[in-house]
């Protein structure tokens, strides 16, 4: 059976897509078999892992509203091992036309239900925000996994994210749980950088990845080549720290 990991963090511009595109890249690579779901309108995942979003006839939106079955909504990847549900802009409106659905709470997890048996890992990329998408990401997953910037604020956006977490967890999901938090953006000659991992790993009581995901100009470009790290630059920083974060993933007992 597969396990679902949404990753999700409330805060925009925190590395949220990036881990999404790579980890599942370096799972694939691992020779683990797995489905990417973008659940993000901005379809930044789907690009970056070599979809044309703009071109596309099944997407997220087609599967979530019932127009498409889900196996006519799974895209190969340039990855062997690596399939996609992309997304494009037709999502941004689809909260307004799921707000009646039945159980809509359940939608994601309805859908992938009888798919998720096919793959080691299904990683579901979340909007930056609470919404329905997010909540329908976090009702399907087994866990979370939540990128946070090595920035002065991120303690307070973590904080608030897990409050998000728990009232999930008693609501919708009670077998949810926080995987892991890792860091990226990571500038180790920067004082502040340093200071905000040792809060973080003081102040709160959960699983922190030793991976920790620095400032990386080649991870920065390659979205832009609609390429994970690991085609784009296989011996990049990033690169590197992604394949760590991918075997520390896989060696969870959970």
Same mark, same amino acid.
């Given at each position: ?21 790579? *980890? ?6 691992? $020779?683990? &078999?797995?489905?990417? !779901?973008? =659940? /993000?309108?901005?379809?930044?995942? %789907? ?60 939608? *994601? ?6 798919? $998720?048996? &096919?793959?080691?890992? !299904?990683? =579901? /990329?979340?909007?930056?925000?609470? %919404? ?123």
């Amino acid at each position: 059976m597969g396990k679902i990991i949404a990753i999700t963090n409330q805060k925009g511009g925190v590395g949220k897509t990036t881990t999404a595109i790579n *980890l599942s890249a370096c799972l694939a690579e691992k $020779k683990k &078999k797995v489905l990417t !779901i973008d =659940i /993000d309108p901005q379809g930044n995942t %789907s690009s970056g892992l070599g979809i044309d979003k703009n071109n596309i006839e099944n997407t997220i939106y087609e599967l979530l509203i019932g127009k498409a079955d889900i196996k006519d909504c799974i895209y190969p990847s340039a990855m062997r091992k690596l399939s996609i549900i992309p997304s494009n802009i037709n999502l941004s409106g689809a909260e307004i036309e799921l707000i009646n659905m039945k159980k809509k709470e359940y939608l *994601l997890r309805d859908r992938i239900e009888k798919i $998720k048996g &096919k793959y080691d890992y !299904i990683i =579901i /990329d979340c909007p930056p925000s609470l %919404s329905l998408l997010t909540i329908n990401a976090m009702t399907a997953a087994d866990s979370v996994i939540v990128p946070i910037q090595s920035e002065y604020y991120a303690l307070e956006g973590l904080s608030q994210l897990i409050h998000t977490i728990d009232l999930i967890k008693e609501r919708l999901n009670p077998d949810l749980y926080i995987q892991g938090v890792v860091f990226t953006m990571y500038d180790a000659r920067t004082n502040l950088s340093v200071q905000v991992v040792d809060n973080v790993r003081e102040n709160l009581d959960i699983h922190i990845y030793n991976t920790i995901i620095p400032r990386n100009v080649r991870l920065a470009e390659a979205p832009s080549y609609s390429m994970p790290i690991i085609l784009y630059d296989a011996r990049s920083s990033g690169a590197y720290a992604y394949r760590k974060l991918a075997i520390e993933v896989i060696k969870e007992k959970r």
